[in-house]
């Protein structure tokens, strides 16, 4: 198991940059794959981008393509969600999360690997807002 710690949210203005981190303690931290997540209010919460258990795999939602960029580095424990470009709608709180199950690197090629339904170990999120 892991304990999951958000932090970097921050508010910023439209086109502009954020890091966020996400600091996990526990044991075996690259056992797992690391989602980010956001839930804006009165929304659903939605997948943001998932990076696989060694960061050879990284997957995104559609709406952050080419504007964010996951990374992770397993001896610091620490997955890092880079923000640019922002906007707007990009505002949220946003959550980090583990997936349970060990899975080979290849599996998160696939859509489902965008699913907040498969993942466990939730952090308590970190605020984001863009204003115009």
């Known amino acids: 198991q892991l304990q999951l710690v958000e932090s970097g949210g921050s508010s910023v203005q439209f086109g502009g940059s954020l890091l966020l981190s996400c600091a996990a303690s526990?044991?075996?931290?690259?056992?797992?794959?690391i989602g980010w997540f956001r839930q804006a209010p009165g929304k659903e919460r939605e997948a943001v981008s998932v990076i696989s258990n060694h960061g050879g795999i990284t997957n995104y939602a559609d709406s952050v393509k080419g504007r964010f960029l996951i990374s992770r580095d397993n001896d610091k424990k620490t997955v890092y969600l880079q923000m640019n470009s922002l906007r707007p709608d990009d505002t949220a709180v946003y959550y980090c999360?583990?997936?349970?199950?060990?899975?080979?690197?290849?599996?998160?090629?696939?859509?489902?690997?965008?699913?907040?339904?498969?993942?466990?170990?939730w952090g308590r999120g970190t605020q984001v807002t863009v204003s115009e």
């Open positions: 526990g044991v075996n931290f690259d056992y797992y794959g």
């Open positions: 999360a583990a997936d349970p199950i060990f899975r080979p690197e290849l599996y998160y090629n696939g859509s489902w690997v965008l699913s907040p339904s498969e993942y466990e170990m």
